[in-house]
């Protein structure tokens, strides 16, 4: 899709359609006024006949309206204008591009940009808008046998902004927005295809892509030999119950100065989690499909952040494996050796995300980070705890967890803290190793974090539990994309090239 911003009044654009808002009950937005006037009043007639009365959800498309340049006004349903949340805002765009795909109009102007949104400016509404137009035309079709592109595709959108001064912000808005976006959908695509296709090596292969595609990406994978060598135990504990070799790839991003210290993003990469031999049950195993969504959503950034050359150090690392019940896959009762050094007593192996991070969280130190934010469907625990609105956040250090959960309400990919307090490491002690895999009854989010506080003392480190918001399920089932919006905020936010929305 094509994005760009101008300044103008609506009836002078010679485009496809122009989009304004009405608002409950029949108001008309500025440019649904000037669109009135200049037709002689069509606009407010038809809303007098109740046409329109500016609810969500409704709206109402006008051809050839007369002393336009366009083919057509779309006009939205936006509720009370008073009470238009960041939600609703998203949800208005989205209505948009539903009624504008079957409209035949290719080209857009929107001044739904006009409508005011509390706390938030013209470069949030904009980045907003794209990502919620994109969102609603995101289509996974590449394994279906027939493929389908619609009659007459929507291809480009202009943003209405009030004044020329405007116009440089917008232009960075649609910069960043875009970029996210492309990070978003590849994020998706990796996290939609099924185990069968992407395993850690399929993984590993399109992490090196990354490193073709663009400059300043330095893409490396270690195989099983090679993690031996790291003493990488537990990670390798995991692995053994599959056929699939595991693999361990990093994607440097190192677009700022050499001495700068880098933000590391460790995603978990179970590219399918059957339990192993703690057999996870077969209603919706499918869905383990998604168990790779937060080493997605690592790569996905880096490839936002590539796309937008931003001058920071980013370094995404994936420990990736699947977990089987494999002849020789590890038993509940094991105990391995960890890259720490610390050992730990698997009591079951459907905790084995943790497993795998844990030696990729030791492997990070190496690059003596600024900053490391782990992203991993952790716990069903947090599904239960936050549902689908917000992710789980915990880590040591209060700075990184504030700024993250400022960039979540910004972007509106928001999360939430759940306590790190030491009380609750005594669930995970073992009779037999240095720590147990899991704590037990209680706070299962919490505990999963809490082992992975053991291997992450010598630097800055906050954790992110997606099993929640990565992936929808049922009917819609389909990878979010999430947490790339909220990282990509926390990135830009850092660097301050879109200011602050709130
Ligand atoms: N990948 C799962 C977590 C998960 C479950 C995410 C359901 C989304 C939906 C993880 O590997 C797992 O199986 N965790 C166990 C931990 C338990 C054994 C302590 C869980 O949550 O049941
Ligand atoms: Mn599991
Ligand atoms: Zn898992």
Redesign the pocket.
């Given at each position: 899709m094509e994005y760009t911003v101008k300044s103008g009044s609506p009836e002078k654009q010679r485009i496809g359609c122009v989009v304004a808002a009405v608002f409950a009950s029949r108001k008309l937005s500025p440019s649904a006024k000037i669109l009135d006037e200049i037709s002689g009043g069509v606009i407010s007639n038809l809303v007098r006949r109740g046409e329109i009365e500016g609810e969500i959800g409704q709206s109402l498309l006008l051809h050839d309206l007369e002393n336009t340049l366009c083919d057509r006004v779309l006009l939205i349903g936006c509720g009370k204008e008073k009470k238009i949340s960041t939600k609703k805002f998203r949800q208005i765009n989205q209505n948009m591009v539903k009624r504008l795909e079957s409209s035949g109009a290719t080209e857009i102007a929107s001044y739904l940009t006009e409508i005011a949104v509390k706390r938030r400016c013209i470069t949030w509404k904009i980045s907003q808008s794209i990502e919620a137009i994109d969102e609603c035309l995101y289509q996974f079709n590449q394994l279906k046998s027939e493929q389908k592109p619609p009659r007459r595709p929507l291809r480009k959108f202009i943003f209405s902004v009030s004044g020329r001064g405007q116009l440089a912000d917008g232009e960075i808005a649609v910069r960043n927005a875009m970029a996210v976006s492309t990070g978003i959908s590849l994020s998706k695509d990796l996290s939609n295809l099924p185990g069968n296709i992407c395993t850690p090596t399929y993984l590993a292969k399109q992490a090196m892509t990354l490193q073709e595609q663009y400059p300043g990406v330095k893409t490396s994978v270690l195989d099983e030999a090679e993690m031996e060598e790291l003493g990488m135990g537990a990670l390798l504990a995991v692995s053994r119950g599959s056929r699939e070799p595991g693999k361990l790839i990093t994607v440097e991003y190192m677009g700022g100065d050499k001495d700068q210290a880098p933000i590391v993003l460790v995603g978990k990469g179970?590219t399918f989690?059957s339990?192993g031999i703690?057999l996870?049950p077969g209603a919706t195993m499918d869905?383990?499909k998604y168990?790779m969504c937060g080493a997605a959503s690592v790569l996905g950034t880096i490839a936002a952040c590539a796309e937008l050359q931003t001058p920071m150090n980013i370094v995404a690392i994936v420990p990736s494996v699947e977990n089987m019940p494999g002849g020789i896959a590890i038993k509940p009762g094991d105990i391995v050796t960890s890259m720490s050094g610390k050992t730990i007593e698997i009591l079951?192996t459907?905790?084995?995300?943790r497993l795998i991070l844990c030696d990729a969280l030791t492997y990070a130190a190496k690059y003596e980070p600024d900053v490391v934010i782990d992203v991993a469907?952790?716990?069903?625990?947090c599904?239960v705890a936050l549902g689908a609105h917000a992710a789980g956040l915990m880590g040591n250090h209060n700075p990184l967890i504030n700024e993250l959960l400022h960039a979540g309400q910004s972007s509106g990919d928001r999360c939430w803290q759940l306590p790190l307090w030491e009380d609750y490491q005594e669930q995970l002690e073992s009779n037999f190793a240095d720590i147990a895999n899991?704590g037990g009854k209680g706070a299962?989010t919490v505990t999963?974090a809490c082992f992975l506080a053991h291997f992450t003392k010598r630097y800055h480190w906050a954790h992110l539990d997606i099993?929640g918001v990565a992936w929808i399920s049922g009917k819609q089932k389909g990878a979010t994309g999430r947490p790339v919006g909220l990282l990509m905020q926390y990135i830009l936010d850092r660097l301050k090239v879109i200011e602050p929305a709130s």
């Open positions: 179970v989690d339990g703690s996870k869905e383990m168990d079951n459907d905790a084995e995300g469907t952790l716990t069903g625990a599904v899991i299962g999963a099993a």
